[in-house]
T-cell receptor
Framework: AQSVTQLDSQVPVFEEAPVELRCNYS??????LFWYVQYPNQGLQLLLK??????LVESINGFEAEFNKSQTSFHLRKPSVHISDTAEYFC???????????FGKGTMLLVSP | NAGVTQTPKFQVLKTGQSMTLQCAQD?????MSWYRQDPGMGLRLIHY???????DQGEVPNGYNVSRSTTEDFPLRLLSAAPSQTSVYFC???????????????FGQGTRLTVV
């Protein structure tokens, strides 16, 4: 069975500061990893994904995540956050044999001026 | 393309009432899923379907029914609403094909359900 642990339920940061949102997963087979973002009162949007190849993946708005197989982690980072990055972020995993995603409990990123 | 469309956006039910949450996608995706989102719990899978006529249970299926008569539609039925079913419900679809195992899910905007 697959599972995802997001270690922080809430991360408060100041604007222009760096941030890391942590995600660890467990799975017995090869996995595909995703980060989704949910802005207030909206649905989930894909932020970035790791499928294979380079372990560092990037999004168009400055976020990046690194797949670390030995530590079973997929932490999300941004070197300088904006107020508009305030949202809830969900890490998700999918095993090669599954058609659905398993989500972590989410991390609320709160960016203040 | 509209993507994944959920209706209604908001609903208030009385305990014991039944209703159907609608979900439709126009991307010809084979896989569809229903999740519920509760504070501090993330998203939990209720039911899913890998194609028309095929459904299966997820992590929290009790109190919900689904059917998949067409590729486009995947309605979620609450048989007898309970306050514990107060939640935000999300429908998602995923394309199948040779790359199906490594493609992301596309989500609707959600249905916020309150059972009183």
């Amino acid at each position: 069975a697959q599972s995802v642990t997001q270690l922080d339920s809430q991360v408060p940061v100041f604007e222009e500061a760096p941030v890391e949102l942590r995600c660890n997963y467990s799975s017995s087979v090869s996995v595909y990893l995703f980060w989704y973002v949910q802005y207030p009162n909206q649905g989930l949007q894909l932020l970035l994904k790791y499928l294979s190849g380079s372990t560092l993946v990037e999004s168009i708005n400055g976020f990046e995540a690194e797949f670390n197989k030995s530590q079973t982690s997929f932490h999300l980072r941004k070197p300088s956050v904006h107020i508009s990055d305030t949202a809830e972020y969900f890490c998700a995993v999918k095993d090669s044999g599954y058609s659905t995603l398993t989500f972590g409990k989410g991390t609320m990123l709160l960016v203040s001026p | 393309n509209a993507g994944v469309t959920q209706t209604p956006k908001f609903q208030v039910l009385k305990t014991g009432q039944s209703m159907t949450l609608q979900c439709a996608q126009d991307m010809n995706h084979e896989y569809m899923s229903w999740y519920r989102q509760d504070p501090g719990m993330g998203l939990r899978l209720i039911h899913y379907s890998v194609g028309a006529g095929i459904t299966d249970q997820g992590e929290v299926p009790n109190g919900y029914n689904v059917s998949r008569s067409t590729t486009e539609d995947f309605p979620l039925r609450l048989l007898s609403a309970a306050p514990s079913q107060t939640s935000v419900y999300f429908c998602a679809s995923t394309p199948a094909g040779s790359g199906r195992v490594n493609t992301e899910a596309f989500f609707g905007q959600g249905t916020r359900l309150t059972v009183v």
